[in-house]
């Protein structure tokens, strides 16, 4: 570890190829960090393409550059998840109750396509459904994407070749959706392009990507957060605030950066990204909230009113309870507790983040964040490991723990198509029964934990983040990157002497070595 005071970053830098070089600034060289110097499991994984990156490699000048290559990778992965569920899309999506659970190709897109209305060509929010869902039960910029993949759909011919004309349509607008994920996390870390493979290769990516519409809200969120590296606050906010519009948990990302803004005193920067966010959520949701209050609100009475669903503690809690003769929790208790135990876990975080030795990086307390709100939902959906994927990638570009996390998710995601298919094989009993898919759920839950647990120690022993290795700061963090603390507390507050403020702008302090380019360059 390294400290030093520096300047104000706004103001002119004495050292300017230094700080373009570690900071990512388009006016100096950018070295770019090659994940198999750095990362064992990349390295020993690169022996299937040639081995380590050389010394002497010419970086640059091949077309294949590294946001090439991981679209690429990302499409070919994609397309692997495709054929994944081509069992169900010959036939296990139509006949038989537990076929397509067996294969574990369930998706919910060829169902809802009659189940919601799509169908017989009903408008969204707008035309009343017929069965105990009145209305369509997704916010409403993925309600539109919905609408938008009926409408390649034939309108004559049977059910079943609907359905899977309807699957593709919505299948290959989520492919660009995953292509633009892959890409803004490449773009976002200038000089860790390659931490984008993390999320192209990531198992329960191409596993979970046609399971719902969860894509669209990620690629938004994915795009907001590399306007933000940016410093673009006003975009950032309006691809949030689109991102909330079809999904609700983007919005959560505004609170790790108020804590962060609080901390660097950026006031004027979050106040443009909170007005973004709530403008662009208002243009999409307020017409349809004025002309059809009751659709538009369907989503969020839906939400409320759910009862414990697959994948969540709370529903091993309520099995627990029901094997012992006990009453299971009701709806409403559930919500509050889970309310409660969000709001200690934000509590935890900003505690965090104004304490840690250093300002902790956007990306990490964003994960952290996300992670909280799903661990302590009523509900963890087997797609909802996408969300935290790409801030993964980010906050902890670390192979060996990624794939951990990613080993459980894909335990999990077999756990729930074999106990669906031991519940719906009747006699029987084809799958995994409860005890099993028990210790499947503790399984993706303490991956989540594993996870959020490395990235924690990171914001505690900054020396320890991969990122803050090479000398960078927070390349996810635009205006915050490099900028002096404002306010913080406990020892934040009171650093060692060495790492006293100066009069004119604060602290500064360098996690890491210096970058090998860098070093090689000095005298």
């Not at 009903?122 to 009926?150: H, I, Q, R």
């Not at 309807?166 to 976002?188: E, F, H, K, Q, S």
């Not at 009701?330 to 876990?345: I, Q, R, S």
């Amino acid at each position: 570890m390294t400290s030093s005071t520096s300047p104000n970053p706004s103001a002119p830098h004495s050292q300017s190829e230094e700080d373009s070089a570690s900071s990512g600034s388009p006016t100096g060289p950018v070295p770019v960090v090659a994940p198999t110097r750095r990362d064992e499991v990349a390295r020993a994984g690169s022996e299937l393409i040639g081995g380590p990156l050389g010394r002497r490699a010419l970086l640059g000048a091949s077309w294949w550059t590294p946001v090439r290559v991981i679209a690429l990778v990302a499409i070919g992965m994609f397309a692997l998840g495709m054929v994944q569920k081509l069992p169900c899309y010959n036939g296990a999506w139509f006949y038989g109750s537990s076929s397509q659970y067996i294969h574990a190709c369930y998706s919910d897109i060829p169902h809802l396509f009659a189940g919601r209305g799509f169908a017989d060509g009903l408008v969204p929010y707008f035309d009343k459904l017929s069965g105990d869902m009145e209305y369509l039960e997704y916010p409403v910029l993925t309600g539109v994407f919905m609408e938008v993949a009926s409408w390649v759909v034939p309108d004559g011919g049977s059910i079943q070749h609907r359905e899977q004309i309807y699957w593709l349509a919505n299948a290959g607008m989520l492919m660009v959706c995953a292509v633009v994920i892959a890409v803004c996390v490449t773009r976002t870390h200038r000089r860790r392009p390659w931490d984008g493979l993390l999320v192209a290769l990531a198992p329960a990516f191409a596993l979970t990507a046609t399971i719902n519409w969860d894509l669209l809200a990620i690629a938004l969120t994915a795009a907001a957060m590399l306007m933000w590296s940016r410093g673009r606050a006003a975009a950032f906010g309006v691809l949030l605030g689109l991102a909330t519009a079809a999904k609700l948990y983007p919005v959560l990302l505004l609170g790790p950066l108020f804590v962060l803004c609080l901390r660097a005193g950026r006031w004027r920067q979050f106040l443009a990204a909170a007005a973004g966010t709530a403008g662009a959520w208002l243009v999409v949701n307020l017409p349809v909230m004025l002309l059809a209050p009751d659709g538009w609100k369907k989503f969020y009475t839906f939400s409320e009113e759910r009862g414990v669903d697959f994948g969540s503690f709370w529903l091993v809690l309520q099995q627990q309870l029901q094997d012992r003769g006990r009453d299971a929790l009701g709806t409403e208790t559930v919500n509050t507790l889970a309310t409660l135990l969000m709001a200690l876990a934000c509590v935890g975080i900003a505690a965090l983040a104004l304490t840690a030795p250093r300002r902790p990086r956007f990306a990490q307390l964003a994960l952290l964040v996300v992670a909280a709100f799903i661990l302590t939902n009523k509900v963890y959906s087997p797609q909802y490991v996408l969300w935290l994927i790409p801030l993964a990638a980010l906050a902890r570009p670390r192979w060996r723990d990624f794939l951990v996390w990613q080993a459980c998710e894909v335990v999990y995601f077999l756990g729930i198509w074999l106990y669906l298919a031991y519940t719906t094989s009747g006699d029987k009993h084809h799958g995994l029964p409860q005890e099993g898919y028990q210790l499947a759920i503790l399984v993706h839950l303490l991956g989540t934990l594993y996870l959020c647990a490395v990235v924690v120690r990171d914001i505690l022993m900054p020396e320890r983040d991969l990122v803050r290795m090479d000398g960078s700061d927070d390349p996810s963090g635009g205006v915050l990157d490099r900028a002096p603390d404002a306010f913080a507390l406990g020892r934040a507050a009171h650093p060692p002497r060495h790492a006293a403020p100066t009069v004119e702008s604060g602290t500064y302090v360098a996690w890491g070595a210096q970058p090998a380019a860098l070093r090689e360059s000095s005298p």
